[in-house]
Structures are given as C-alpha cells and as structure tokens.
T-cell receptor, first 112, second 113 residues
C-alpha cells in the first residue's frame, strides 16, 4: 500500500550490527505496529504504538526497540542483530476506533 | 503459544473449485475475526471480516463461516481462480481497547488453471 512505506526494502547485515528499519505513513492514523513474518509462524507483533507518547511491547519484543518520532513515523531497531532475526518485517497502521490494519510492503532482513 | 490455529498450511485447488481454510481460537474475549490476503512481495491486505453476532458473511466469492460455540471460523472461496493464489491469514482480536490482531500461521493457496 503506497500510503504506508518502509525503508529499506531489503537489507543484508552481519551479526552484532545495529540496524534501523523505518516506517512512514500518510494515512493520518494514530496507531502503528511492527510485525515479523516467518515461514510457518505467521505474523507476530513486536511493538505497537497508539500515539506518539504511547509505546507497548508485543509478543516478541526481546532484542528489538522502537521509536515513534512523529504521528507518521515509527522506526524499529535491532541493537545487535543476530541470525535468528532474519525475517520479513512489516509495519502497519490503523485508525482509532477501527480494527482494520493497513500494511506496508515489508523489509526483508538477512543477518549473516 | 499460538492464540489462533490455522489449517491447512498449504492448499492446491483446481480452477473453479472451492477453497476452504479453517481457524480456531481459544480466547472468548475475541470479537473480531478478519481474513488477510497476501500476494508475493506485498504486505497483507484485509479481505473480509466478521463479528460474532452473525454466523456467516459473504462478499462476492468469499464467505466467512463462524461457529461461536466451537470457537472456529473458516474462509470459503467459491469458483477459485488462479488470481486467488496467495497466502491467507486468519486473525482475531477484541474490537475495543488494546485491539491487537493475533494472526494464524497462514495458508498458501495455489489455484491450478
């Protein structure tokens, strides 16, 4: 969805490196989410934010941190990347009072 | 633990056939059940959703059947087409408060021409 953009789209890095994945949205939504997708495991929630001052851990937050720089921007950091963080990462947004989430195109991250 | 269980993991259907994907949940507080469709290289997108006050919802060739007592719901794709080939995820959440989605593990559907 062009309204939710993610950068970079692909990234290869080495174990121990710090990585930041960025998400921007033009939908005007308050709520933003970070998920990771692994084959056979579906989508799992890492962190979510209901507004700029509200950050919450999801199911699998260990090894990750986030920053909500503005209503439209939500970034995910891997402080010291490890190989089992190799996955497809998605950002999503939703409007307050609704359940539908709108996903970005994803970032494919490979940690060697 | 997986809050929403989905089966099968993969499905191959002939063009014109019916595709059926099943999901089950445990948390009785869930009251919103969407299905998302994901094409290769794209993010998931909402396909159809149901709330537990109805047992069935139909949109075109796509139907959700919901069984509250069994805590199960399923997606039926009638007259399946090659363009339906994608990965399908069921999910569940509460409609209010921290309404985070809990996703199933996904079903990769292939429709053979």
């Amino acid at each position: 969805d062009a309204d939710v953009t993610q950068t970079p789209r692909n990234r290869i890095t080495k174990t121990g490196k710090r990585i930041m994945l960025e998400c921007s949205q033009t939908k005007g939504h308050d709520r933003m989410y970070w998920y990771r997708q692994d084959p056979g495991l579906g989508l799992r929630l890492i962190y979510y934010s209901f507004d700029v001052k509200d950050i919450n851990k999801g199911e699998i937050s260990d090894g990750y941190s986030v920053s909500r720089q503005a209503q439209a921007k939500f970034s995910l950091s891997l402080e010291s990347a490890i190989p089992n963080q190799t996955a497809l990462y998605f950002c999503a947004t939703s409007d307050f009072g609704t359940n539908e989430q709108f996903f970005g195109p994803g970032t494919r991250l490979t940690v060697l | 633990q997986q809050q929403v269980k989905q089966s099968p993991q993969s499905l191959i259907v002939q063009k014109g056939g019916i595709s059926i994907i099943n999901c089950a949940y445990e948390n009785t507080a869930f009251d919103y059940f969407p299905w998302y469709q994901q094409f290769p290289g794209k993010g998931p997108a909402l396909l159809i959703a149901i709330r537990p006050d109805v047992s069935e919802k139909k949109e075109g060739r796509f139907t959700i059947s919901f069984n509250k007592s069994a805590k199960q719901f399923s997606l039926h794709i009638m007259d399946s087409q090659p363009g339906d080939s994608a990965t399908y995820f069921c999910a569940a959440s509460k409609q209010t408060g921290a309404n985070n989605l809990f996703f199933g593990t996904g079903t990769r559907l292939t429709v053979i021409p």
